[in-house]
């Protein structure tokens, strides 16, 4: 991927914002990247996580989608969450990668959070919340967002989602360039 993308493994590793040396060893087979480098080192190549471990989709034009027609993208955000509490469900609308733009339904039970540990990655993020509350922290940054409320981040600053109520939260947002 780095070869086709036309990098040197260091401009990759410039891109990516990791050391030169963990991309050799990665393509050496003398390491394997934690989740938080491997999401870095393909921000840096412009792949998302979903482009990387899932085969090609067949590409679909439509323009309107029925809730069933949404794809669940949960357990691919559990895999790339260190220490995830509650149950978060992450919905997109159509083919992201086409559109450069991901757009999400999520919903949080009571007591989801993203981790400790947060999130980074390359990218633009804004949601506006549609039913409950939730917790945004980027940077130093935290707020309780209600229904109506919204968010607007670069996504390379460390960031985290919990909702600290005691019913579920939904939130609509959107991501470019995608992220999962």
Same mark, same amino acid.
């Given at each position: ?5 036309? =990098?040197?493994?260091?401009? @990759?590793? &410039?891109?990516? #914002? ?10 050496? !087979? ?9 999401? $870095?080192?393909?921000?840096?190549? !412009?792949?998302?996580?979903?482009? =990387? +471990? &899932?085969?090609?989709?067949? *590409?679909?034009?439509? /323009? +309107? =989608? $029925? ?18 509490? #509650? $149950?978060?469900? @992450? ?8 559109? !450069?733009?991901?757009?999400?339904? &999520?919903?949080? %039970? ?8 947060? @999130?980074?990655?390359?990218?633009? %993020?804004?949601?506006? *919340?549609?039913? #409950? &509350? ?9 707020? /309780? @967002? $209600? ?5 607007? +981040? ?6 985290? +989602?919990? !909702? ?6 939904? /939130? /609509? ?8």
């Amino acid at each position: 991927m780095r070869q086709a993308a036309s =990098f040197s493994q260091r401009q @990759l590793a &410039e891109a990516s #914002g990791v050391p030169h040396g963990q991309i050799s060893m990665i393509e050496t !087979n003398r390491s394997s990247p934690s989740v938080a480098s491997l999401r $870095k080192i393909l921000g840096g190549l !412009n792949v998302s996580m979903s482009e =990387f +471990f &899932e085969p090609d989709d067949p *590409v679909t034009q439509s /323009v +309107f =989608f $029925k809730p069933h027609e949404l794809r669940d993208l949960t357990t691919r955000l559990y895999s790339t969450l260190d220490d995830p509490r #509650g $149950k978060i469900t @992450l919905q997109q609308i159509g083919d992201a990668k086409a559109h !450069n733009l991901q757009i999400l339904y &999520e919903r949080y %039970e009571p007591g989801a959070d993203t981790g400790e540990q947060m @999130l980074e990655h390359v990218s633009h %993020e804004g949601g506006v *919340v549609i039913a #409950g &509350e939730i917790e945004v922290t980027v940077g130093d940054e935290i707020c /309780v @967002l $209600k229904a109506g409320d919204s968010y607007l +981040f670069d996504s390379q600053s460390p960031h985290r +989602f919990r !909702n600290i109520g005691d019913r579920e939260a939904i /939130v /609509v947002s959107a991501c470019t360039p995608p992220y999962l």
